[in-house]
Nanobody, 124 residues
Framework: QVQLVESGGGLVQPGGSLRLSCTFSGSIFGIYAMGWYRQAPGKQREWVAAISSGGSTIYADSVKDRFTISRDNAKNMVYLQVNNLKPEDTAVYYC??????????????????WGLGTQVTVSS
């Protein structure tokens, strides 16, 4: 059973940066695409970024050029470097595993159970 644990969130000022981490367990990490999502209060879960098993990446337009997704297959980890943060980036951030990078843009295609996420708050 695939399990995900997110970490690395915090309170930052506008323009600040964070590195979010996601620990994967329960299956063979290297065969899955991975995706990051976020959910702001009162809003639906929103896809942010995805990375294929081979390292190809795609991003939502709202975060392109500010966020970078990466993975370390040896450590069963996926990361999201978030730079130039804006107040509208405030949300709980989640990761999950998917069968393909395309599937990673659809939350109902997630393979694992959604974890607790990690809170990112951008405020001055």
């Amino acid at each position: 059973q695939v399990q995900l644990v997110e970490s690395g969130g915090g309170l930052v000022q506008p323009g600040g940066s964070l590195r979010l981490s996601c620990t994967f367990s329960g299956s063979i990490f290297g065969i899955y695409a991975m995706g990051w999502y976020r959910q702001a209060p009162g809003k639906q879960r929103e896809w942010v970024a995805a990375i294929s098993s081979g390292g190809s990446t795609i991003y939502a337009d709202s975060v392109k050029d500010r966020f970078t997704i990466s993975r370390d297959n040896a450590k069963n980890m996926v990361y999201l470097q978030v730079n130039n943060l804006k107040p509208e980036d405030t949300a709980v951030y989640y990761c999950n595993a998917f069968t393909s990078i395309g599937a990673a843009t659809m939350p109902d295609s997630a393979i694992g159970s959604w974890g607790l996420g990690t809170q990112v708050t951008v405020s001055s």
